[in-house]
């Protein structure tokens, strides 16, 4: 390993594209091209120590597959003050950021479960925050991507206050034991295709989950970044 500055390898290139559509009510930004130094990034998470993230000593990570994250300091200021800049311009929202960037690195070792991981949505706190995710995997290692779900129980996309569902159902519930959904209590409605180098951003309170139906991921990690920026 060697020593990087923050502000140099994580370099967000000012050359990007910005798109913007919905997933019924929910906005979904996608930049494209969104690191200047995408190789080097690469090359610093793929050679990084990594531990595991959710675990159960009881449950399926290390054994099933490899669900692991590691995180840096907030130190990337231009990449958020870009961020800050697209959610402004096409969301009319200020944002600060509220978190470092976590690296996301996943493998499986044995045959998946199901398509996609459990759904979930990312409260921060009581503010209006937005999810910013970032697909590091080349294109010949990348598969699905990003994906979008109402919860058959409630009929909702999105929810807060979702205690009662939980209590209910707690076999639904993120809880480190297995990364692979129960599939009958979700309806998957869209998703973000993985594009290499691309930057998508959507309100944190939807549903969401990693996406992948195909076994892609045995021999190359599945690797994102995700931040968060919240409403000031």
């Known amino acids: ?39 080097d990034i690469r090359n610093i998470v793929l050679n990084s120590p990594i531990g595991n993230w959710k675990y159960d000593p009881n449950g399926f990570n290390f054994k099933d597959y490899y669900d692991c994250r590691v995180s840096f300091p907030p130190l990337q200021k231009k990449l958020y003050k870009l961020t800050q800049e697209i959610i402004c311009k096409t969301l009319n929202k200020n944002t600060l950021i509220s978190d470092g960037l976590n690296l996301n690195w996943f493998k499986q070792i044995k045959e998946k479960r199901a398509n996609y991981a459990f759904p979930h949505h990312d409260k921060i706190s009581d503010n209006l925050s937005f999810t910013c995710l970032i697909f590091l995997n080349t294109k010949n290692e990348s598969s699905g991507g990003t994906a979008f779900f109402k919860n058959k129980v409630t009929n909702n996309v999105y929810e807060f206050k979702d205690d009662d569902f939980f209590n209910k159902y707690p076999d639904a519930v993120e809880n480190g034991y297995d990364y692979w959904a129960p ?50």
Do not use: C
């Open 183 to 232: 599939e009958k209590y979700w309806e998957m409605i869209a998703f973000a295709e993985m594009i290499p180098n691309r930057l998508i951003i959507f309100p944190s309170n939807y549903y969401h989950a990693a996406y992948h139906p195909e076994n892609t991921f045995y021999n190359d990690p599945r690797l994102t970044i995700a931040y968060w920026m919240e409403q000031t």
């Open 1 to 39: 390993m060697q020593p990087f500055l923050h502000d140099k390898v994580f370099e967000p290139n000012l050359s990007i594209s910005v798109g913007f559509n919905f997933i019924g009510e929910m906005p979904l930004i996608v930049v494209d091209d969104i690191f200047k130094n995408f190789d």
